[in-house]
């Protein structure tokens, strides 16, 4: 039985990731690692086999949208979860988000943020399965661009 380890990127881990993930458009992993070393993030890595099978980053510095941030000015934000899609289903999201949870609470943090779709109404949705709910920001929009396959 293969056994499901989360922990933050190291340096050593770059080139697997490279290989696995697509960084944020202008950024790179080393960048987010970068980051990581300063404290203003965490990036969690999955990892089965040796392999990495999804990640999530949390952003202690409050949230990325100037709409978010307005009214949850320090709260962590969860953000780029994702797991590779043959992975999914098997619990690993969730592991995920509770290691950043942990993490959180170890900061001594009262709230910590996920952003999500707008119609999070189904009784499946992880999100609500781990207890999350709507906040007073009725709607945002939260959007990145990665890589595409040829770069």
């Known amino acids: 039985m293969t056994k499901l380890t989360i922990r933050l990127i190291k340096k050593s881990d770059l080139d697997k990731m490279d290989n696995t993930f697509k ?26 086999n040796g392999n990495p099978v999804g990640h999530a980053l949390v952003r202690w510095l409050g949230p990325r949208e ?25 619990g690993i999201a969730t592991a995920i988000i509770k290691e950043c949870e942990n993490e959180a609470s170890n ?27 709507p906040s007073t920001v009725k709607r945002y929009i939260d959007t990145y661009k990665t890589n595409s396959e040829d770069g």
Do not use: M
């Open 23 to 48: 960084s944020e458009l202008g950024r790179s992993h080393a960048d987010d690692l970068h980051d990581q070393s300063l404290s203003s993030i965490s990036f969690f890595v999955a990892w089965l």
């Open 66 to 90: 100037e709409t978010v941030r307005k009214d949850y000015p320090d709260c962590p934000e969860i953000y780029r979860v994702r797991v590779l899609k043959e992975f999914r289903s098997q």
């Open 107 to 133: 900061r001594h943090c009262l709230l910590i943020g996920l952003g999500t779709h707008l119609d999070i109404t189904s009784k499946d949705n992880l999100y609500i399965r781990l207890g999350y709910g």
